[in-house]
C-alpha cells in the first residue's frame, strides 16, 4: 500500500558530507511526521531527526548542528544533509513516515528499508 523508498547512503571519509532522501508513493491521502533513525550494528535504533507536518524539526544532540532534515510535501519526500561526518554516525539510516492512506480515517507508521552509511576516519 504505501513504499518508503530511500537513496543516498555510502562510503565517505569523517568530516565529509551525504544527503539522504526518501520517497513516499502509493495511496496516500495525507503525509504527517517524517524522520530518520539510525541503527549501529550492537545497538538500539535511535532517532537522528524528524520535520512535523507544519514544518518544525527535532534532532538527536549527537547530530544538531550537522544535519539537516527538510521536506518536499507536494513530492513526499524528505531529506537530511549530513555535514561533518564522523566515524561515530556510521550506521544503516532508516526513513519513516505517519500517513494516512485513502479511505482510511487513522495514520499508520511506515519505515523504509534502510540505507548504509559509513564513514572512515
Known amino acids: 500500500q504505501v513504499q518508503l523508498v530511500e537513496s543516498g547512503g555510502g562510503l565517505v571519509q569523517a568530516g565529509g558530507s551525504l544527503r539522504l532522501s526518501c520517497v513516499a508513493s502509493g495511496k496516500i491521502f495525507r503525509v504527517n511526521k517524517m524522520g530518520w533513525y539510525r541503527q549501529a550494528p550492537g545497538k538500539h535504533r535511535e532517532l537522528v531527526a524528524a520535520?512535523?507536518?507544519?514544518?518544525?524539526?527535532t534532532y538527536a544532540d549527537s547530530v544538531k548542528g550537522r544535519f539537516t532534515i527538510s521536506r518536499d510535501a507536494a513530492k513526499n519526500t524528505v531529506y537530511v544533509q549530513m555535514n561533518s561526518l564522523k566515524p561515530e554516525d556510521t550506521a544503516v539510516y532508516y526513513c519513516t513516515a505517519n500517513i494516512q492512506l485513502i479511505g482510511s480515517v487513522w495514520p499508520s507508521d511506515y519505515w523504509g528499508q534502510g540505507t548504509q552509511v559509513t564513514v572512515s576516519s
Open positions: 520535520i512535523f507536518d507544519a514544518g518544525s524539526t
